[in-house]
């Protein structure tokens, strides 16, 4: 698994768990994308006014405040408006899809992501008109 030039993101990786969150982003990094973790929904809601990030991999199973929530908020703001919005869950009955479909997500996977199919994902992701 290498970068592929050109294709780098900005990822915003947000995960109650943080060896999984820092195991994502590194991963992330290893494939040439500059990549954030935010621990929650608050932490996540402050990072992307600087961060503004082009891919947000979202846990749905936030404490506090649910991954669902977290969508709708960082929708409202100027540096996520336009991210993709990845739901990254335990939860994988068709039910759970249309729910975040719902939601405002572009895209589902679920744990534990293989990560020769999100490497896959990142590269085949087309580029968003993203303003911060």
Known sequence: MESVPGKARRVLVVDDNRDSADSLKLLLQIWGH???????????????????????????GLPGMSGYELAQRLR?????RHATLVA?????????????????????????????????????????????
């Open 34 to 60: 500059q990549a954030q973790c935010a621990y929650g929904g608050e932490e996540a809601l402050a990072v992307v006014s600087a961060f503004s990030p082009e891919v947000v991999l979202l846990d749905i």
């Open 76 to 80: 409202e703001l100027p540096g996520a």
């Open 88 to 132: 990254v869950t335990g939860y994988s009955r068709a039910e759970d899809r249309e729910r975040t479909a719902a939601a405002g997500f572009h895209h589902h996977l679920v744990k534990p992501v293989d990560p020769g199919s999100l490497e896959a994902f990142m590269r085949d992701l087309p580029r968003q008109n993203h303003n911060p």
